[in-house]
């Protein structure tokens, strides 16, 4: 009996062992057994984060997540309750940015937070982080390609003016648009170059060169916006464009520049997804020009018989032939959406570019749609309107033959560029005002879209009841200004 | 109704009922102390060897094969996650509790049809003891203690399995493979799958007691008893399985894969 | 009927196995401390007779009464404490195998006495040395011969010292010698413990020494009661015949 007794006394001992160990092993991996602070965070996409996710804390495992609260409209987010280890307190700071991630491209989704900078405060327990919403991985594609057009566009237009001293970046950005637009149309090609272990190595780090150009583009709001918007950065675009025709053939000085511009971007909010690459970049240019030397290193590779094993060379003649093919398409694409890539930015994009949402208050403090920069036409009402039979203002003749002059007078520009109709009006009425100036506006619009067969994208209205921006010359207007807003060059 | 279906139910009336009657009887004294002793350790320190083999040869196993289809897939790093929850959430739990109504449920149908076939069981009802609280409840209240023990012993013994197979194929280091075998658990993958096993327990110590109790065709009854034992509980394991996942989703929904 | 001076009573007591009946109508009554000697052919219902009398089975109709109880009416836990009043011997021992020989007598002392592990320990020597098997008291009941299981169950059916004591077939399987050692030993406990004896035999000899009366059972009805002597004489031939010595 004594006998059986110990028996059962081992086994049952073992068994609660085993529990205990799977307990401390998952707690571990819970923190369970950790203190924790609670934060909150808010999202308008979850895009599949559930309670118990994993919480990353500048990449380490810091905790899970504790709650999400549903929004009861569309107007609010949701609210997610995420604990963090007592530890990794410190790397949380009041600019700690939280987004939602995947491991990899099945795995789970997670809460990372970065750390926040040194300057800023520690966050509040209990106190609301900031956050940026996820990307979904068919977005990141997507505006991946688009971005990639934007900065080829950007490049070129760069490129016209600096003389060709930017051609080593601009090859580079090409064949990174071959790489990447291969990797996404033939999703054969990535499979076979990284097949490849010996040559996956070098082109992950091309690859690695090719997305720091993706991530340093494609920060914030988009390349052309960013151009477009950010002062500082115009100016050091125009700083980099004179000292490229001061020195014209200095590829070295203007790759310098880039690379300022390019930390510039990696200083601000980087979408979350791109951060690890980000990282590995030292600085943008020299990665620009090493991208270019390997990539020409691996062509060179792939183009010698015996390089390395036949095989692989067939495979990355392959890849370097659909990437032909690919990177023709790609520079149709290109053109295309270098043509649009604006309207992208200002009208089609949603929330804040999005003119026909703007109050005309935001409009008129806008820094680009009120630059004294933008090409304006000022054309009186009382020239251009007639009243109609109906009572209603129809536009004149005259005002048409106004509108075509007003037009053509900055040439192409006005077809592949955004233009934005202004509409005044002159009485006191304030609903008439509103009223009657967007009426102008829209009658202006429906003319020169369909006189110029322009781009619906392109063209944006915007009722100003009777007040334009401050400081272009005009306290109040009665009429229509067309406006091309200049691009920061 | 058909007359094979009012058997069924009637079955299943019964079987309840003596379950019941074992769980009402738990609790009235004299507590059975010596007889659970002796069933806990007949059945599961006897059914140790058993469970850590098959664990062991599982877990190898299904290492080797999970470790083509992710490797395919370039998921190496998985295996240990999807072994270990393979195993801790289902596997375990699931083979644990056929492998003990193969072992222990046959077991206890056929040491009770024989003790009823020789009349020990009146031997005892004659000592005013009462046969079922002697008998019955200890073996049920083993199998219930037991299960979930010994399917932390089969997880483990799985674990450690597919760790040496993992490791034969890719050196991979026994700190990382746990890490990496836990790192997407959540206590429902742990906690709810282990307990189930108890109600597993239960099923097989009652539907065993219950045919070798109530066999009354002598020894030819002893060799029925054990094999209805294993059949109807490896039957309604499956059957509560399925029942005691979805309960376990509806409670924890995380828990969901 | 509740008669302080019976220890067993029947009253037209009938039992059916399915389509079978094995008793049919049966009634008598056993005097306290008296010695009956149960006989009749095989098959013929004697052991269920003994099971009704402890309530292992339950009569179709009938009353059955053992002392002042109805056990009949008895729910099942107020059973238990008439069944500790009688011992039985089953007619295979009906030992539990998985215990060793002092294991099997031991558990209902210390399962229904208060008696101490020394107490106890004394009681199962003494019985144990009176059936003969004091020497192998560890052995498992699958290690002992019939014979033994047989002793070793007449053993567990008097260690608590019943007041009734049921045995079904004790001497059966047993050499002559052996089997007057038993009759002996039943007689002693009958002599000093006043025990009421009901045995199932077909050992005449053994019945006509123990038995005070001898019962004679046949095609489920009781055929003769009464001395060895009044029986022999019955007009019944098989009763007539079963207890001739010849
Ligand atoms: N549990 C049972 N189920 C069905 N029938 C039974 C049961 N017990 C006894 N019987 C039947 O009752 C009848 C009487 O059986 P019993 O054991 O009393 O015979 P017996 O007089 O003791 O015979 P023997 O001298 O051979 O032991 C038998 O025909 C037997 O088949
Ligand atoms: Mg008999």
């Given at each position: 009996?004594?006998?059986?007794?110990?028996?059962?006394?081992?086994?049952?001992?073992?068994?609660?062992?085993?529990?205990?160990?799977?307990?401390?092993?998952?707690?571990?991996?819970?923190?369970?057994?950790?203190?924790?602070?609670?934060?909150?965070?808010?999202?308008?996409?979850?895009?599949?984060?559930?309670?118990?996710?994993?919480?990353?804390?500048?990449?380490?495992?810091?905790?899970?997540?504790?709650?999400?609260?549903?929004?009861?409209?569309?107007?609010?987010?949701?609210?997610?309750?995420?604990?963090?280890?007592?530890?990794?307190?410190?790397?949380?700071?009041?600019?700690?940015?939280?987004?939602?991630?995947?491991?990899?491209?099945?795995?789970?989704?997670?809460?990372?937070?970065?750390?926040?900078?040194?300057?800023?405060?520690?966050?509040?327990?209990?106190?609301?982080?900031?956050?940026?919403?996820?990307?979904?991985?068919?977005?990141?594609?997507?505006?991946?390609?688009?971005?990639?057009?934007?900065?080829?566009?950007?490049?070129?237009?760069?490129?016209?003016?600096?003389?060709?001293?930017?051609?080593?970046?601009?090859?580079?950005?090409?064949?990174?648009?071959?790489?990447?637009?291969?990797?996404?149309?033939?999703?054969?090609?990535?499979?076979?170059?990284?097949?490849?272990?010996?040559?996956?190595?070098?082109?992950?780090?091309?690859?690695?060169?090719?997305?720091?150009?993706?991530?340093?583009?494609?920060?914030?709001?988009?390349?052309?916006?960013?151009?477009?918007?950010?002062?500082?950065?115009?100016?050091?675009?125009?700083?980099?464009?004179?000292?490229?025709?001061?020195?014209?053939?200095?590829?070295?000085?203007?790759?310098?520049?880039?690379?300022?511009?390019?930390?510039?971007?990696?200083?601000?909010?980087?979408?979350?997804?791109?951060?690890?690459?980000?990282?590995?970049?030292?600085?943008?240019?020299?990665?620009?020009?090493?991208?270019?030397?390997?990539?020409?290193?691996?062509?060179?590779?792939?183009?010698?018989?015996?390089?390395?094993?036949?095989?692989?060379?067939?495979?990355?003649?392959?890849?370097?032939?659909?990437?032909?093919?690919?990177?023709?398409?790609?520079?149709?694409?290109?053109?295309?959406?270098?043509?649009?890539?604006?309207?992208?930015?200002?009208?089609?994009?949603?929330?804040?570019?999005?003119?026909?949402?703007?109050?005309?208050?935001?409009?008129?403090?806008?820094?680009?749609?009120?630059?004294?920069?933008?090409?304006?036409?000022?054309?009186?009402?009382?020239?251009?309107?007639?009243?109609?039979?109906?009572?209603?203002?129809?536009?004149?003749?005259?005002?048409?033959?106004?509108?075509?002059?007003?037009?053509?007078?900055?040439?192409?520009?006005?077809?592949?560029?955004?233009?934005?109709?202004?509409?005044?009006?002159?009485?006191?009425?304030?609903?008439?005002?509103?009223?009657?100036?967007?009426?102008?506006?829209?009658?202006?619009?429906?003319?020169?879209?369909?006189?110029?067969?322009?781009?619906?994208?392109?063209?944006?209205?915007?009722?100003?009841?009777?007040?334009?921006?401050?400081?272009?010359?005009?306290?109040?207007?009665?009429?229509?200004?067309?406006?091309?807003?200049?691009?920061?060059? | 109704m058909e007359p094979g279906l009012t058997n069924l139910f009637e079955f299943a009336g019964i079987v309840s009922r003596f379950g019941a009657r074992a769980v009402a009887d738990l609790f009235r004294r004299p507590f059975e102390g010596g007889q659970i002793v002796r069933q806990i350790a007949e059945a599961g320190w006897n059914s140790l060897p058993l469970v850590v083999a098959s664990g062991f040869a599982l877990g190898a196993v299904m290492t080797l094969h999970t470790r083509s289809t992710l490797v395919t897939f370039g998921a190496a790093s998985l295996i240990p996650t999807v072994q270990a929850l393979a195993f801790f959430v289902e596997i375990g739990p699931l083979v644990t509790g056929l492998l003990v109504a193969g072992r222990v449920g046959s077991g206890i149908g056929a040491v009770l049809a024989n003790m009823r076939a020789t009349e020990q069981i009146d031997g005892i009802e004659s000592l005013s003891i009462d046969s079922f609280k002697f008998l019955v409840v200890p073996g049920i209240l083993a199998c219930v203690v037991v299960l979930p023990l010994l399917t932390l012993f089969m997880d483990f013994s799985g674990l450690l399995g597919g760790f040496l197979s993992e490791h034969a194929a890719s050196r991979i280091s026994f700190h990382l493979y746990i890490v990496r075998a836990f790192s997407d658990f959540g206590w429902s993958n742990f906690i709810p799958p282990t307990m189930k096993t108890a109600v597993f327990g239960f099923?097989?110590?009652?539907?065993?007691?219950?045919?070798?109790?109530?066999?009354?065709?002598?020894?030819?009854?002893?060799?029925?008893?054990?094999?209805?034992?294993?059949?109807?509980?490896?039957?309604?394991?499956?059957?509560?399985?399925?029942?005691?996942?979805?309960?376990?989703?509806?409670?924890?929904?995380?828990?969901?894969? | 009927?509740?008669?302080?001076?019976?220890?067993?009573?029947?009253?037209?007591?009938?039992?059916?196995?399915?389509?079978?009946?094995?008793?049919?109508?049966?009634?008598?009554?056993?005097?306290?401390?008296?010695?009956?000697?149960?006989?009749?052919?095989?098959?013929?219902?004697?052991?269920?007779?003994?099971?009704?009398?402890?309530?292992?089975?339950?009569?179709?109709?009938?009353?059955?009464?053992?002392?002042?109880?109805?056990?009949?009416?008895?729910?099942?836990?107020?059973?238990?404490?008439?069944?500790?009043?009688?011992?039985?011997?089953?007619?295979?021992?009906?030992?539990?195998?998985?215990?060793?020989?002092?294991?099997?007598?031991?558990?209902?002392?210390?399962?229904?006495?208060?008696?101490?592990?020394?107490?106890?320990?004394?009681?199962?020597?003494?019985?144990?040395?009176?059936?003969?098997?004091?020497?192998?008291?560890?052995?498992?009941?699958?290690?002992?011969?019939?014979?033994?299981?047989?002793?070793?169950?007449?053993?567990?059916?008097?260690?608590?010292?019943?007041?009734?004591?049921?045995?079904?077939?004790?001497?059966?399987?047993?050499?002559?010698?052996?089997?007057?050692?038993?009759?002996?030993?039943?007689?002693?406990?009958?002599?000093?413990?006043?025990?009421?004896?009901?045995?199932?035999?077909?050992?005449?000899?053994?019945?006509?020494?123990?038995?005070?009366?001898?019962?004679?059972?046949?095609?489920?009805?009781?055929?003769?009661?009464?001395?060895?002597?009044?029986?022999?004489?019955?007009?019944?031939?098989?009763?007539?015949?079963?207890?001739?010595?010849?």
């Amino acid at each position: 009996m004594k006998n059986k007794n110990v028996i059962v006394g081992l086994f049952v001992v073992g068994g609660l062992a085993l529990f205990t160990a799977g307990m401390f092993v998952i707690g571990d991996r819970r923190q369970a057994f950790s203190r924790h602070v609670e934060y909150y965070a808010e999202f308008v996409n979850l895009a599949g984060l559930t309670n118990g996710a994993k919480v990353r804390v500048a990449g380490m495992d810091a905790g899970q997540v504790l709650a999400i609260r549903v929004p009861d409209s569309p107007l609010s987010r949701f609210r997610v309750t995420l604990k963090v280890d007592e530890k990794l307190r410190g790397l949380v700071r009041t600019d700690s940015v939280a987004t939602i991630g995947t491991e990899g491209v099945v795995g789970d989704t997670f809460l990372s937070v970065r750390a926040g900078s040194r300057y800023a405060p520690a966050a509040a327990p209990l106190g609301t982080l900031r956050s940026k919403e996820p990307m979904e991985l068919s977005d990141l594609l997507d505006q991946g390609t688009g971005l990639l057009s934007d900065v080829d566009g950007t490049i070129k237009q760069l490129g016209g003016k600096i003389d060709g001293a930017l051609t080593g970046v601009t090859a580079t950005v090409s064949n990174v648009n071959d790489v990447v637009v291969g990797l996404k149309d033939g999703r054969g090609t990535a499979g076979m170059l990284l097949r490849d272990q010996a040559l996956a190595g070098q082109i992950r780090q091309a690859m690695s060169n090719v997305n720091d150009v993706t991530v340093g583009l494609k920060d914030g709001r988009g390349a052309a916006g960013m151009l477009l918007r950010d002062e500082a950065l115009a100016r050091q675009i125009r700083q980099a464009v004179t000292h490229a025709e001061t020195a014209t053939s200095d590829l070295g000085h203007a790759a310098g520049q880039a690379d300022k511009l390019i930390s510039d971007l990696q200083k601000r909010q980087v979408p979350k997804k791109l951060d690890e690459t980000i990282d590995k970049v030292k600085g943008a240019a020299s990665n620009i020009e090493e991208g270019t030397r390997q990539l020409k290193q691996i062509i060179a590779e792939v183009a010698m018989p015996d390089g390395q094993g036949m095989s692989a060379g067939a495979n990355i003649r392959e890849s370097l032939a659909n990437a032909n093919v690919a990177t023709a398409n790609i520079a149709e694409d290109t053109e295309a959406l270098k043509h649009n890539f604006l309207f992208r930015g200002f009208f089609r994009r949603r929330g804040y570019f999005n003119i026909t949402r703007m109050s005309p208050e935001k409009y008129r403090r806008d820094r680009v749609f009120s630059s004294p920069r933008n090409y304006r036409a000022w054309l009186a009402g009382s020239e251009l309107f007639q009243k109609a039979e109906n009572g209603q203002e129809e536009l004149s003749q005259q005002g048409k033959g106004m509108l075509n002059a007003a037009l053509t007078q900055y040439g192409d520009t006005a077809v592949e560029s955004p233009v934005v109709i202004e509409g005044y009006w002159g009485g006191d009425n304030p609903a008439d005002q509103l009223a009657f100036s967007r009426n102008r506006a829209i009658l202006v619009r429906e003319y020169l879209q369909s006189h110029f067969q322009l781009e619906p994208g392109n063209l944006g209205i915007v009722s100003m009841r009777n007040l334009p921006p401050a400081e272009l010359g005009h306290s109040k207007w009665d009429g229509i200004c067309i406006v091309i807003p200049k691009l920061a060059l | 109704m058909e007359p094979g279906l009012t058997n069924l139910f009637e079955f299943a009336g019964i079987v309840s009922r003596f379950g019941a009657r074992a769980v009402a009887d738990l609790f009235r004294r004299p507590f059975e102390g010596g007889q659970i002793v002796r069933q806990i350790a007949e059945a599961g320190w006897n059914s140790l060897p058993l469970v850590v083999a098959s664990g062991f040869a599982l877990g190898a196993v299904m290492t080797l094969h999970t470790r083509s289809t992710l490797v395919t897939f370039g998921a190496a790093s998985l295996i240990p996650t999807v072994q270990a929850l393979a195993f801790f959430v289902e596997i375990g739990p699931l083979v644990t509790g056929l492998l003990v109504a193969g072992r222990v449920g046959s077991g206890i149908g056929a040491v009770l049809a024989n003790m009823r076939a020789t009349e020990q069981i009146d031997g005892i009802e004659s000592l005013s003891i009462d046969s079922f609280k002697f008998l019955v409840v200890p073996g049920i209240l083993a199998c219930v203690v037991v299960l979930p023990l010994l399917t932390l012993f089969m997880d483990f013994s799985g674990l450690l399995g597919g760790f040496l197979s993992e490791h034969a194929a890719s050196r991979i280091s026994f700190h990382l493979y746990i890490v990496r075998a836990f790192s997407d658990f959540g206590w429902s993958n742990f906690i709810p799958p282990t307990m189930k096993t108890a109600v597993f327990g239960f099923v097989i110590g009652t539907v065993s007691s219950y045919f070798g109790f109530t066999t009354n065709k002598g020894a030819q009854g002893v060799g029925q008893a054990a094999t209805n034992s294993v059949v109807v509980s490896s039957l309604l394991i499956i059957l509560t399985d399925v029942i005691l996942i979805k309960g376990i989703f509806f409670v924890f929904p995380e828990g969901a894969l | 009927m509740n008669d302080w001076s019976k220890a067993v009573i029947f009253d037209r007591v009938s039992k059916s196995f399915g389509p079978k009946q094995v008793l049919r109508d049966v009634s008598f009554q056993v005097v306290a401390g008296e010695a009956l000697c149960v006989l009749g052919r095989s098959g013929t219902g004697k052991s269920v007779t003994l099971k009704l009398i402890i309530s292992l089975l339950k009569p179709d109709q009938g009353r059955i009464w053992v002392e002042q109880d109805e056990i009949t009416r008895l729910k099942p836990h107020e059973l238990s404490r008439v069944r500790r009043k009688m011992g039985f011997l089953f007619q295979d021992a009906a030992l539990f195998d998985s215990l060793t020989l002092y294991e099997n007598l031991a558990l209902p002392m210390l399962r229904l006495t208060e008696k101490s592990r020394e107490e106890t320990d004394f009681a199962v020597d003494k019985v144990l040395r009176q059936v003969g098997l004091a020497a192998d008291k560890a052995k498992m009941p699958s290690e002992l011969s019939g014979g033994m299981r047989k002793r070793a169950g007449l053993a567990r059916a008097l260690v608590l010292e019943p007041r009734i004591l049921l045995a079904d077939e004790p001497s059966s399987g047993l050499d002559r010698i052996t089997a007057s050692e038993i009759d002996e030993l039943m007689l002693e406990q009958k002599a000093t413990h006043k025990t009421t004896l009901i045995i199932v035999t077909h050992d005449v000899h053994g019945a006509r020494r123990v038995g005070d009366r001898v019962a004679v059972f046949d095609g489920g009805n009781l055929i003769a009661l009464g001395t060895a002597a009044e029986v022999a004489e019955s007009e019944n031939e098989v009763a007539r015949r079963l207890v001739s010595e010849q």
